[in-house]
């Protein structure tokens, strides 16, 4: 697609199951992000990627979060036994190179019940 | 650390009024973007500013750039309730290892 692409857009699970979230980043885009953000808050940094280089983890709140890309491209953000304090809509963005323009996707709304 | 302080955090304005937001950091950051994000979106890009005290003009948004290339504000005039959304300031790092740093958005709602 032309755009950043995550899946699922929604996804309700019970509170100590493990979640998986998906992002497609646009075609040959290096950099990819992923964020949290609360119901009408701004952006929380989760972990980032560049390339080939190890990745900046620094935001990942609980070993329960890890998260991985494979092959450069698409990337799966894992949260283990989920709790509601998890609940939030995960954002995935992606970046031609380091700095330059973020472009995201549409997010995963995650609700722990 | 680099960190961006965006003010307010919340704004609610009547149609047709203008507004000054901030973005403001003890760091320099070698260019400066801000999005908007509107409800059940992601984040939009609608500038970027690269030069110490650069201006660049939005339709109605003009977007400045420090000269020390440390602060950035975004001045809206005649505000319409179209321009309701969260507005994000983002930084880039230096070093091989930086990345873009978000500050945490300004809410603004504009009230028909």
């Known amino acids: 697609g032309a755009g950043v692409s995550q899946s699922p857009s929604n996804k309700v699970t019970e509170k100590g199951k493990d979640v998986e979230l998906r992002c497609d980043p646009i075609?040959?885009?290096?950099?990819l992000y992923w964020y949290r953000q609360s119901l009408g808050q701004g952006l929380e940094f989760l972990i980032y990627?560049?390339?080939?280089?190890?990745?900046?983890k620094s935001g990942l709140p609980s070993d329960r979060f890890s998260a991985e890309r494979t092959g450069g491209s698409v990337s799966t953000l894992t949260i283990q036994r989920t709790q509601q304090e998890d609940s939030a809509v995960y954002l995935c963005?992606?970046?031609?190179?380091?700095?330059?323009?973020?472009?995201f996707g549409q997010g995963t709304r995650l609700t722990v019940v | 650390t680099q960190l961006l302080e965006q003010s307010p955090q919340f704004l609610s304005i009547q149609e047709g009024e203008n507004l000054t937001v901030y973005c403001n950091s003890s760091?320099?950051?070698?260019?400066l973007q801000w999005y908007r994000q509107e409800p059940g979106e992601g984040p939009v890009l609608l500038v970027t500013?690269?030069?110490?005290?650069e201006v660049k003009k939005l339709k109605r948004l003009t977007f400045q750039f420090g000269d020390a290339r440390k602060d950035s504000s975004l001045h809206i005039t005649a505000a319409q309730p179209g321009d309701t959304g969260l507005y994000l300031c983002?930084?880039?790092?230096?070093?091989?290892?930086?990345?873009?740093?978000f500050g945490k958005g300004i809410t603004l709602s504009v009230r028909p």
């Open positions: 963005a992606s970046s031609p190179s380091r700095v330059t323009e973020a472009f």
């Open positions: 075609s040959g885009h290096t950099a």
């Open positions: 990627f560049q390339g080939n280089s190890a990745p900046d």
């Open positions: 760091s320099v950051f070698s260019s």
């Open positions: 500013v690269v030069t110490g005290g």
């Open positions: 983002a930084g880039d790092g230096s070093g091989a290892n930086s990345k873009l740093t």
